[in-house]
Every structure is written in structure tokens, then in C-alpha cells.
């Protein structure tokens, strides 16, 4: 251990003592800066070593091997100490977690986040604010509205659009097909449901989205009562975008046997191929159908930083409400989201006053209770490290830091299609790419077996970290590329790994001849 990191805590034996005398000086304050000092300057020497030594984005550890290092650990008997606490925290965390900042970590949609976001979060864990009343958070509220409006001016929403952050995508697609349901209902027969419940026809609502889109559009129809079946799913084209003379064809007939369509999500950055639906098309048909038009650009928001892309996301300027996710491509830590509507006065249908918290009275006065549009109370003060970031390096230079990541896998599409043995299905939109092993001679079956234990090689190396997915009932390899260190030698190195263990599966699966059987006696 570090000898910055033998920093000892007291250790708190009461609260109070018999005389009523002053807490024991371990909570976060004026009093124990020095001890704070001290122990953030242990943490940073941990974290030193670690990121210092690391070669490989994984240890390729299994779980129940990692899992027997927690059998005797108890929880009722404190360590006491923080470089003892530290030096555990080492081993069961820190040797064997996975580093999305390592250029080989190419597996999901994780990204190395950016410094002064790291240092942002510092602050906001320091003073743990809470940002769901102006009393318990003062400038930090104007500093999430600030980048709320920020964030919907870029996309182009108006003068009349609001927004507030949010867990993560799915958060923000659950509130998006909220709005959309108590919009119709309230439009189309005059119903409230929050104060009367679902409405007898609301099992027939329709919601349109992708085949391709994120899996939080069912989940946010069943927890809204909707079910399952209330989410079409709309094929798509050859780029896995969804097609809208199949989406049109959808709503009639939707229509035509008596449901009610009510809302089409449009996708900017599928999780699998990056893809991004025509959204201006989308919008034009909402607006014939008069439906609720809502943009999951999670992935694809990135966009609105570069100059050089921002174009891709055409039409999301015409969207009712927008998902992204600045922890995805502003490279920021999780979570950093937030949900944008175009008209504020649809985010009332999550408020609720209560009078020890917010009540009406603080908004007739005009004070700012961010709770007022969240379906979450407490929150974490998460737009801190995005405001930080933004003061510090620019929006332009996180474009230029998507558009490196867009660059490299241009770069790594050609490679993959001149490799003989790997068989690429798309030409990638944002960061993926999704493809297989799939030598000459070896039949579907054997591919959809080879593929996941490909997968499963690479990772149990430790060497680097991949996806896997599966595409029409076949097995694929993902790369997410959101690292722009990233450089073609990792990528090449971990082509070259995905071949090596390919050819290993395949002899493994190679029946013996008699001949060979002779041979080998």
C-alpha cells in the first residue's frame, strides 16, 4: 500500500456523549478538512497505481471467483481504518473492475469520461447536494435549467421547451411516453388519468418504434399500463433504420382495427447499429396522424456537438420531447441524462405539491422546485460535472472527440471488410459495427456456436472487451467504439484475437478421422 494511503478515521463509538459534547469529528466538515485532505490524497494514490499499471481493460475474472474473495467479509465488523478499508476496496474491486478508458475496452456503450467531470462529481459528493428544491440546492438549480435550455437550443426545441436531467435513458423514455399518454387521453376524451386512472380504451393505445429500438419503450408501455403489445415494432431498411412506408402502412392499419396510435419514437443512434431513423420523415407522418413525436437520441446526442456530423440528426428539432444521454457520447461519468420537451406545460402532468417539500404556494411565488417536472425526488446534483466540462473544454472540443470516434470506425469498417474470414452486416452510422466470424466452409450453425464462445475467450483473457449481439436469429460480435484514444493497432490486435480464438473453436469442433485416429496411436 501506497504510504499516502495509511490515513486512520476515528471510528465513531456514539453520536453524542454522556454530556452532550460535539460529535466525533468524522462527517465532512470545516473541522476535519485535513483529514479529508489526507484521505482524497490516498484515494488519488490508489487510483495511481492502478491506472498506471493497468495493460489490459479486464482480469478476465469469473464471478463466482471473484465472488468467494466476499465470503468473509463482515459487514457488522468495521475495519476502522481507511488505508485497511482502501487496501480491500483494491482487492475486490479495483484489481479485477473493468476500465472503459482502456483503448481495447470496445464492448458496450461506455465511455471514458473527460477530467473535469471527474472533478465535478468530487465537488458535488463533498456537499451532497440535492437538487429537487431551490432550499436545498440554490445556484445548483439554475445551473441544471441553464443546461437544460442549453441543451434544447442546440437541438432547436423553442422558445417553450423545458427539460429536466434524468437516471438515464430509460428514465427519460418512461417520462416520454407518459407525457404522450396523458396527452392523447386528455385530447382525445377529455380524461385525466393520474386523478382517474387508465382510461377504459387504453389497453387499445398504440406506441410505433423501431424493431431496432431500445427495449425501455416496452418496459416504460407495461409500467404504464399499457402492456407490451401497445409498442408496434416497424421494420427496417437496409441501414436498420426504421422504414416509414412501413411505419405509414403501421398507423393505418393500427387505425383501420379500431386502436389508437398515439405516439411514434424515432431513434438517433440504435444501441446495435448506431443506425438514426429518418427522422424528418417521421415527423411529417406524426404530424399528418397528429401523433406525439419522440426522439431517443441517447447515443446519437453527441451529435449536437460536431460540426462536422450535426447534420446526421436532421428533424430532431421537430421532436414533442428528446431523450440523451450526456454520459454516453459528452463523455461524461454515469449518470448525466436528461429529458427535453418542446412544450414545459406537458411536464405537469409528474407534479405534485406537498407542503413540507414544494408546495404551490413557492410556485405562485415563483421559486424554482426542479421536483415540480421529475419523477424522481432526491437527485444528485449530476449537471455539475457537465458544467464544469463545458466551462473548461468547450462543446467543440467534445465534437471533435465524437467525430475522432466516427472517423475510426470508417477506418475499422474497411478493415473488417477485407478481412476474408469476418463477414461485416452494415455500414456503421455513429460507432458500431456488428459482425461475425464466418470463415468459408463453416455453416450458419457452427457460427452461431463459435461466435459467443469467441466472445467469451477475449474476455476471460482480460486482452480486450467486446459485445455480442444477435441480428435474425444469428450470433454477432459488437464493437462499440467510444474511446478516442482508441487507435487501428488496438483494434487490428483484437481482429487478430477474434481470428486466433475463431480458429481454435473451429479445430476444437473438428470431427477425427480414422485416419487421424491411426496416426496419433
Known sequence: ???????????????????????????????????????????????????????????????????????????????????????????????????????????????????????????????????????????ATLIEQRLIDWTASRIGLGEESDGVFTSGGTQSNLMAMLLAREHFCERRWGHCNRE???????????????????????????????????????????????DTHALEAAILASKAKGDFPMAVVGTAGTTDFGSIDPLPAISRLCEVHDLWFHVDAAYGCGLLNSVQHRHRLQGIECADSVT????????????????????????????????????????????????????????????????????????????????????LSRQVYLLLLSEPSLDVIHQPQLSTLVFRYAPWGLDDSERNRINPLIRQRIMDSGEAMIAGTRVNGRQYLKFTLLNPETGMDDIRAIVESIKEFGEVERQQARPVSAEQEVSHA
Open 1 to 139: 500500500m501506497n504510504r499516502s494511503a495509511a490515513v486512520s478515521l476515528p471510528v465513531l463509538s456514539g453520536l453524542v456523549s454522556d454530556t452532550a459534547g460535539p460529535v466525533e469529528p468524522c462527517l465532512f466538515n470545516a473541522r476535519n478538512i485535513v483529514d479529508y485532505r489526507e484521505g482524497m490524497q490516498a484515494v488519488v494514490a490508489v487510483l495511481e497505481k492502478h491506472l498506471g499499471t493497468v495493460d489490459k481493460p479486464f482480469s478476465g475474472i469469473r464471478p463466482h471467483e471473484l465472488a468467494d474473495q466476499f465470503t468473509g467479509i463482515d459487514l457488522d465488523r468495521p475495519l476502522g481504518d481507511l488505508a485497511l478499508a482502501l487496501g480491500e476496496v483494491e482487492e475486490i474491486y479495483l484489481r479485477d473492475a473493468v476500465f472503459f478508458h482502456h483503448p481495447r475496452y470496445v464492448a458496450h456503450l461506455n465511455c471514458p469520461v473527460v477530467l473535469p467531470a471527474v472533478l465535478g462529481d468530487v465537488i458535488q459528493s463533498a456537499l451532497n447536494t440535492a437538487v429537487e428544491t431551490w432550499d436545498q440546492s440554490g445556484g
Open 196 to 242: 382517474q386512472g387508465l382510461h377504459a380504451q387504453a389497453s387499445r393505445l398504440r406506441i410505433f418504434t423501431s424493431e431496432r429500438s431500445h427495449f425501455s419503450v416496452q418496459k416504460a408501455a407495461a409500467l404504464l399500463g399499457l402492456g407490451y403489445q401497445a409498442v408496434v415494432a416497424v421494420p427496417c431498411d437496409g441501414y436498420h433504420r426504421m
Open 324 to 407: 440523451v444521454d450526456y454520459h454516453k457520447s459528452f463523455f461524461q461519468p454515469v449518470s448525466c441524462s436528461a429529458f427535453l420537451v418542446r412544450n414545459r406545460h406537458h411536464l405537469s402532468c409528474v407534479t405534485w405539491h406537498a407542503d413540507y417539500l414544494n408546495p404551490f404556494s413557492a410556485t405562485q411565488q415563483g421559486t424554482p422546485n426542479l421536483v415540480d417536472k421529475s419523477l424522481q425526488t432526491t437527485r444528485r446534483f449530476d449537471a455539475l460535472k457537465l458544467w464544469l466540462t463545458l466551462r473548461t473544454l468547450g462543446a467543440e472540443q467534445l465534437g471533435a472527440m465524437m467525430d475522432r470516434v466516427m472517423e
